[in-house]
């Protein structure tokens, strides 16, 4: 028997995301979270490559500092903290399931 459903759609293609921090090393939005300096993600939008990043970060529990809000969630949900753009040119990467393929945890010492 076919799948003749007419409003199911294909999947999207994948593609290479590249996710880069915005905000300062010392800017208060981090929140003592772990920042990353780089981060490849194989997935279908930037959406979806921001929540295959935050396993990455997402603490177990959450952690207050005196800020006006605990620290939960992850830190490249924000587009404060991090932005998402498209990896050109690399279509070796494309084959595979969406998953985080590489990163860099950012250099805290080096200004």
Known sequence: MSDTNPKRQPPAPLALWV???????????????????????????????????????????????????????????????YHVLPVDGVKSALDGPPEVIDYTVRNMTSR
């Not at 997402?58 to 500092?65: D, L, N, R, S």
């Open 19 to 81: 996710i880069k921090p915005v905000a300062a090393r010392d800017d208060p939005a981090w929140m003592d979270r772990r920042q990353f300096e780089s981060v490849i993600v194989r997935a279908e939008s930037p959406a979806l490559a921001r929540e295959l990043a935050s396993a990455l970060d997402t603490p177990a529990t959450a952690v207050g500092y005196g800020q006006q809000e605990p620290t939960e969630g992850s830190a490249f949900n924000s587009p404060r903290l």
